[in-house]
């Protein structure tokens, strides 16, 4: 009998009709990070727009983190964030997908941000970054920074974000040297210093003077400026992990937009969509242009600021494909975003093949 | 001064079972200390840890699916364990049933085919982590190659094949190209015990595997046999055991119920494979069986107390905003509060305090 | 400097950590005492050493630290296993696990600070021959360190008289208990040397390696370390062999990759592992079938009265 009320609670709890003293308190908020918030790279980054909401109510939101989750057995974190009057939750990795919409549909009166992801329900949101917008940027420095015409790329997984990453770079770079050529090595993983730092020197062996990555940590960025080289940083301004070989780095800004939905639950006005930004609303941010020439840094900002008013799309069409077969353009005047969201294809001049 | 142990001649059964109570206790002790001194209340946390996950139907739910993976694969490891075998390579035996075993909801997708294909699926998987076991085996047995070292590479070996299944030849191909299958349809997915949770119906497999386990060990000859083998290899070839099909036996079966577990995580848990479908199962699991003393009640027990301690620090998190390093580090102290407290049941620590030679 | 030593030399470095883990297990093994724990050990040598590395602003206080830290966490293990005859493989994970939280605990503060790699030592001159040159005379301490390590280990096990008692014990410790050997009393002590030998390997990851510190940055790498013991036969100068077969596939899979070979990266990433057991079975097929295991292996000892 005792369980059969204590479930009875937890459905009532479900439906939002229990725990009244909790509700008309703080808004609380949870986040699950896929990675230790000390990654200094992607979760970092999330729990900094955690940080970002504390600070901009003060006295009305009370967050709450749960870190290293497995992507495998993630449920029951979320769950748990839902069940304990956590009103607005942000899973943070494309692997909590799935499982963020299985606790969704329980738990209609609790609304839900997944990053990265495409599945929506009407209590869950998706967001994420256009970072290619970014590495479009760095591609047009390398371009120009590169002596020995060829860029080293450490990826992660070649997952369409990552392919987008490489195809926007290689676009930016050949905009301004037709004769680039980049090496691409599979670390596969987000995060093993030593690994990714080998990667690096593998490719700086092969003749890379530039590298650029799309794995987490320092490492490849402290190789190349130990070689004496170039390299970009991700996720977060690095520069004091490369003071003389940053070129720039891709910031992963999502203070605004947490703090943006929070003010919507506040005010009653949240609703579920698909964000998409980059540049231009600040999502995307590049770190100061250093350790180039002055012409490469007006040049990098001038693309910057082309991709922020609109002038310029990384990916305007024509884009050919590996074999210089025309991709077709779904988009106005360029790729569209499903396309891009889905890419699975070189673009010409990339030499590495795709996993089919 | 020096330790000493002295073994203890005829312990009763209630003390061993006891004992376990009692290091958790201490290790409860230490853990508020350390929450008091850290200015929190000592009581939220022994409520929020212990006493939430375990007061709850939600929550008993969750720890009853927490611990069925870590259940069946440390049951299997038991028969290796036992045999002095050391498979330490569980975790990719796991990750090979799922993939044995998904095959079957994957090709059947869209044809709504009912719910042999789950039957199937989990016969598959089992099969699967078994012949994925067999391979260490079979190269101990024929070339007298170390069990320990090919079990643990063939785990990566695994993870990377998964991993480029679904990438490359298995991905959904309507999920935008990101790296997973398509969810199986529900015909094909474990049917759920309860209206409310997500206690699934492998519990049951569970449930069996530790009776089937338990009345192997204690009531045949090839329990008998495994037994012997692990503990006085020559009395086992004197009774007329063969060595090598014992080796092969205990690893099949060990394989076999890891991929069991695989399977049954990916029809019931989680619904589709992705490139990484365990929070290494197959290597806690070994901590299980050792904490169980390889026998299934053991291990039933090991598996609660490793399953609570990762929902309870998972609690600590949410309600108290307590660190996941500190939750760790608990985890860490209770299991060795729990071995400690094992060892000093069977032996008495003398402290002596001259040294002799 | 040529393309075949820039990739050596990348072998050295990734193999070094592996050895100098695996050299301490060697030894704490040898004496029959399984511990499981190396990863832990690394994670919290890792996070101490750049912790005092950082506060002392000396690598040599850093190293000394990380050395420190292994060698407690690792007497943690010994007063489980050795003092209380607690099961050795449960605890060495459950020490596992506590040292990666550790770890994480004391290198929160240091997230994202950064600090100079350990140098080169370059003997004017020689660094400077050909070919041979940076191979033989271009290396961190750490590598020397690890070299020396091989030798001393080799040298003490198979040549020396502490040694034979270490291995007798490692074999058969009742005997070597009847026998009036401090069975007891040298398997702390190797327990301890492993310890040490873990917290450097942490070090290296953190001070020369990647010079950073980060959660999760020893990435199984104390696994591997424990596998390379078997693959070396519980013998010093095999697991060194070990050490760079391993390194060296898994550099020069990332050389294939930047080749464009055209493979799938996860085939190449497999390479590693594959080779290591390729290798052991073909080791096994000259060897014929004898077991180097030793005799006590993980057995708890308990004197009898």
């Known amino acids: ?356 | 001064m020096r330790l000493e142990l002295v073994p203890r001649t005829d312990v009763p059964g209630y003390a061993r079972t006891l004992a376990p109570l009692g290091a958790i206790v201490a290790a409860i002790l230490i853990g508020g200390l350390v929450v008091a001194l850290l200015g929190r209340s000592p009581a939220a946390a022994l409520d929020v840890y212990f006493v939430q996950p375990l007061s709850e139907s939600w929550g008993l739910q969750e720890l009853a699916v927490k611990m069925l993976p870590l259940v069946l694969i440390a049951v299997g490891l038991s028969f290796c364990f036992r045999a002095n075998l050391w498979n330490i390579g569980a975790e990719g035996q796991f990750v090979a049933g799922a993939v044995a075993g998904a095959m079957v909801p994957l090709a059947t997708h869209g044809m709504e085919a009912g719910p042999w294909v789950v039957v199937v699926a989990l016969v598959l998987g089992t099969l699967g982590g078994a012949l994925y076991a067999l391979i260490p085996a079979f190269l101990r047995v024929t070339l007298g190659v170390s069990e320990i070292l090919t079990s643990l590479m063939l785990v990566y070996v695994a993870q990377l094949g998964l991993d480029w299944l679904v990438r490359g030849p298995w991905r959904d191909p309507k999920g935008f190209n990101f790296p997973q299958t398509v969810v199986f349809e529900p015909g094909a997915q474990l049917p759920m015990l309860m209206e409310a949770g997500r206690l699934h119906a492998g519990a049951g497999l569970a449930v069996i595997a530790v009776l089937a386990t338990w009345f192997i060990f204690s009531r045949t000859l090839f329990g008998f046999g495994i037994r012997v083998s692990g503990e006085a290899p020559k009395a086992a070839r004197f009774a007329g055991f063969d060595a090598n099909r014992l080796v092969l036996i205990a690893f099949a079966v060990s394989g076999g119920l890891a991929g069991l577990a695989g399977i049954v995580e990916v029809t019931g848990q989680i619904g589709q494979l992705k490139p990484s479908i365990s929070p290494g199962y197959g290597f806690t699991a070994i901590i299980v069986a050792f904490l169980g003393r390889l026998h299934p009640v053991g291990i039933l027990f090991g598996a609660f107390v490793i399953s609570l301690t990762v929902i309870g620090g998972e609690n600590a998190q949410i309600l108290l905003k307590l660190p996941l390093d500190l939750t760790t580090v608990f985890q860490g102290v209770l299991l060795m509060c729990v071995l400690a407290a094992d060892a000093l049941v069977s032996n008495r620590v003398r402290i002596v305090r001259t040294a002799r030679a | 400097m040529g393309m075949t030593e820039a990739v050596l030399l990348t072998v050295i470095a990734a193999a070094v950590p592996l050895l100098l883990a695996a050299l301490g297990e060697v030894v704490v093994e040898r004496a029959g005492v399984l511990n499981l724990g190396i990863e832990g050990m690394m994670a919290v040598g890792a996070s101490c050493g750049f912790a005092a590395a950082t506060l002392s602003g000396s690598t040599t206080v850093g190293i000394v630290a990380a050395v420190a830290a292994g060698v407690a966490l690792s007497a943690v293990f010994a007063l489980l296993t050795l003092g209380f005859a607690a099961n050795q493989v449960a605890s060495g994970l459950a020490l596992t696990i506590m040292g990666l939280g550790l770890s994480g605990l004391i290198g929160a503060g240091f997230v994202g600070r950064t600090r100079e790699a350990v140098g080169r030592l370059d003997v004017p001159g020689l660094t400077d021959l050909p070919a041979v040159g940076p191979l033989l005379f271009g290396h961190d301490p750490f590598v020397y360190g690890a070299a020396a390590l091989t030798l001393g280990i080799a040298y003490f096990l198979k040549r020396s008289h502490p040694g034979l008692v270490l291995r007798s014990i490692g074999e058969n410790h009742v005997s070597a208990h009847a026998l009036g050997l401090p069975v007891l009393r040298v398997r702390v002590l190797a327990v301890l040397f492993g310890g040490a030998c873990a917290g450097l390997a942490g070090a290296y990851l953190s001070l020369v390696y990647t010079p950073f510190w980060s959660p999760g940055m020893t990435a199984g790498r104390g696994w591997i370390a424990l596998a390379l013991v078997v693959f070396a036969s519980w013998r010093p100068l095999r697991a060194a062999a070990g050490a760079l077969v391993f390194g060296g596939a898994t550099v020069l899979q990332l050389h294939a990759q930047a080749a464009s070979l055209g493979l799938p990266s996860q085939a190449l990433s497999a390479l590693p592992y594959l080779a290591t057991v390729v290798a052991l079975v073909v080791m096994s097929i000259g060897r014929g079938r004898t077991s180097a295991v030793p005799g006590s292996l993980g057995v708890p000892f308990v004197p009898d009265r």
């Open chain 1, 1 to 356: 009998m005792r369980h059969i009320l204590k479930l009875a609670g937890a459905l009532a709890l479900a439906a939002g009709l229990a725990a009244p003293a909790a509700a008309q308190e703080k808004l609380k908020i949870g986040f699950i990070y896929v990675g230790p918030v000390g990654d200094h790279g992607w979760s970092y980054q999330h729990d900094q727009g955690r940080k970002a909401i504390e600070a901009a109510f003060p006295g009305k939101v009370e967050t709450t983190y749960v870190e290293s989750v497995p992507e495998a057995d993630s449920d029951r974190s979320i769950e748990q964030l839902a069940r304990t009057g956590h009103k607005l939750i942000f899973t943070t990795s494309f692997g909590f997908m799935e499982p963020t919409l299985k606790v969704a549909a329980k738990y209609p009166n609790v609304m839900f941000e997944h990053a990265t992801g495409y599945k929506r329900a009407k209590n869950v949101a998706t967001y994420s970054g256009r970072f290619h917008e970014g590495r479009y940027v760095q591609g047009v420095i390398a371009g120009k920074m590169t002596k020995s015409n060829i860029i080293g790329y450490v990826g992660a997984y070649p997952i369409p974000e990552v392919v987008a990453g490489i195809n926007a770079f290689m676009l930016g770079a050949q905009s301004v040297n037709p004769n680039v050529k980049v090496k691409i090595v599979w670390a596969n993983t987000w995060f093993d210093p030593g690994k990714e730092g080998d990667a690096a020197k593998a490719l700086l062996a092969q003749g890379a003077d530039i590298i650029t990555q799309h794995t987490d940590s320092p490492a490849p960025l402290q190789q190349a400026e130990a070689a004496g080289k170039f390299a970009f940083g991700q996720a977060s301004d690095m520069i004091r992990f490369a003071p003389k070989g940053q070129l720039t780095a891709i910031i992963d800004d999502w203070a605004p937009y947490y703090v943006e939905r929070t003010r919507a639950m506040l005010e009653g006005k949240w609703q579920s969509h698909d964000v998409w930004d980059g540049l231009a609303k600040g999502k995307v941010k590049m770190a100061p242009y250093t350790n180039m020439p002055d012409d490469v840094k007006k040049l990098a900002l001038e693309t910057e600021e082309a991709i922020k008013t609109g002038k310029l799309d990384p990916f305007k069409c024509p884009v050919l494909d590996q074999d210089g077969k025309q991709v077709e353009c779904k988009g106005k005047g360029a790729l569209s975003d499903p396309q891009i969201l889905s890419m699975n294809f070189y673009v010409k001049g990339i030499d590495d093949k795709l996993p089919k």
